[in-house]
C-alpha cells in the first residue's frame, strides 16, 4: 500500500511538471508575416510544432506536367519556409478529381523525391474546397532535432 501511494505521488508530480501548459506553434503563410495565417479561411500554409511541419494542401486545376509541377513548387516554397527538402518529407496526402490522370504524370512528382518517397495515400473525390482545383496535395516533414 505505502509503495502505491509513492508512485501516486511521483506519477502526479511528473505529470505537473513534465507537461508544457500549451502547444508552441509556429506559424507560415503566404505573403503574411504579420498574421502568418489565412484569417477568411481559417488556415495556414504550414504550422510547425517540435521538429515536425504539417503542410496544408497545395492546389492547381489543371492535371497536366506544368500544374502538377506548380503544386510541388508551392509544397517545395513551404518545406523551405522552415528549411525543410523534400528529403523531410515522411506523409503525403494527394486528394483529386481525377485519380488516373494524375497518375499518368507521377513520373513529375517523382523527380521532386529523387527515388526518397515517403508514405503515400492518394484519393479520388467528388470536389475540393476550391469549386475549379482538381488536385490538392498535403505534406507531413520532419525536420532534424
Not at 506553434?25 to 504550414?46: E, M
Not at 510544432?49 to 504539417?54: A, H, P, Q, S
Not at 517545395?76 to 496526402?93: D, I, Q
Request: aromatic fraction near 12%.
Amino acid at each position: 500500500m505505502k509503495y502505491i501511494f509513492i508512485l501516486s505521488l511521483l506519477l502526479n508530480i511528473s505529470s505537473a511538471f513534465g507537461q508544457e501548459k500549451q502547444i508552441k506553434k509556429d506559424k507560415w503563410h503566404w505573403n503574411s508575416n504579420k498574421l502568418k495565417q489565412d484569417t477568411i479561411a481559417g488556415y495556414c500554409q504550414v504550422l510547425k510544432i517540435d521538429n515536425v511541419l504539417y503542410i496544408s494542401g497545395a492546389v492547381t486545376d489543371n492535371i497536366t506536367p506544368e500544374g502538377i509541377s506548380s503544386v510541388y513548387n508551392n509544397l517545395k516554397a513551404s518545406l523551405a519556409s522552415f528549411g525543410a527538402t523534400f528529403e523531410n518529407v515522411v506523409k503525403e496526402n494527394l486528394y483529386t478529381t481525377d485519380i488516373e490522370e494524375v497518375k499518368k504524370f507521377n513520373y513529375v512528382r517523382k523527380k521532386f523525391y529523387n527515388n526518397d518517397f515517403p508514405a503515400a495515400t492518394w484519393v479520388q473525390i467528388q470536389r475540393l474546397y476550391m469549386p475549379k482545383a482538381k488536385l490538392e496535395i498535403e505534406l507531413t516533414a520532419h525536420l532534424p532535432k
